[in-house]
């Protein structure tokens, strides 16, 4: 089965921190993905990455950035942390053409 | 971009009874997942069906790719299928991402 962890469930921050959310996959995936879920508003991509050191923008990149320098690891940077940050946090994995898997999800907050 | 539309939003079930979910999307896919949110926030992989119908034990759901649908099957609903169920399609023409609907939530009483 396709494991895709992320580093934490739950996560207190301050405004203005440097914010890094780790996700890792252990199946030799190409894509990985970045997603945001606000009640109201769904689940949104923040970002993608189709290889190492590869990126692209999803819907909502802004006040986010992304770093994929290993193939397994795709990492999510809130530079300067903010109280609109607050949500949950989904990372995805998947071959070109096939079904992402997600992990549990982070729950972020900033106070 | 595409649009997804799921109906219903909200559906309140006795335990053992049977639903239908239907997700309406705009345009062609060459992947449609079906999901299933836990209370706990995980998203649980049901089906990856761009087209075709598929069963797993209580679970099936159909996609008629040309008519622009999919439909997720419950039957014998038990209090554990309670959560929310998204469709999420990645249109044709942009491989990767997954755009998701608003998601039915689905309870199951005892």
């Known amino acids: 089965d396709v494991k895709v962890t992320q580093s934490s469930r739950y996560l207190v921050k301050r405004t203005g921190e440097k914010v890094f959310l780790e996700c890792v996959q252990d199946m030799d995936h190409e894509n990985m993905f970045w997603y945001r879920q606000d009640p109201g508003l769904g689940l949104r991509l923040i970002y993608f990455?189709?290889?190492?050191?590869?990126?692209e923008k999803g819907d909502i990149p802004e006040g986010y950035s992304v770093s994929r320098e290993k193939k397994e690891r795709f990492s999510l940077i809130l530079e300067s942390a903010s109280t609109n940050q607050t949500s949950m946090y989904l990372c995805?994995?998947?071959?070109?053409?096939?079904?992402?898997?997600f992990g549990d999800g982070t729950r972020l907050s900033i106070l | 971009g595409i649009q997804v539309e799921q109906s219903p939003p909200d559906l309140i079930l006795q335990e053992g009874a049977n639903s239908t979910l239907r997700c309406n999307f705009s345009d062609s896919v060459n992947n449609l997942q079906w999901f299933h949110q836990n209370p706990w926030g995980q998203l649980i992989n049901l089906f990856y069906i761009p087209s075709g119908t598929k069963q797993n034990g209580r679970l099936s759901a159909t996609t008629v790719a040309t008519e622009r649908y999919s439909l997720l099957y419950i039957s014998s609903s038990q209090t554990t299928d309670s959560g929310v169920y998204f469709c999420?399609?990645?249109?044709?023409?942009?491989?990767?991402?997954?755009?998701f609907g608003s998601g039915t939530q689905l309870t199951v009483l005892p």
């Open positions: 995805a994995s998947s071959l070109i053409y096939q079904p992402q898997h």
């Open positions: 999420a399609v990645a249109y044709a023409g942009s491989a990767r991402q997954l755009t």
């Open positions: 990455s189709y290889d190492v050191k590869m990126k």
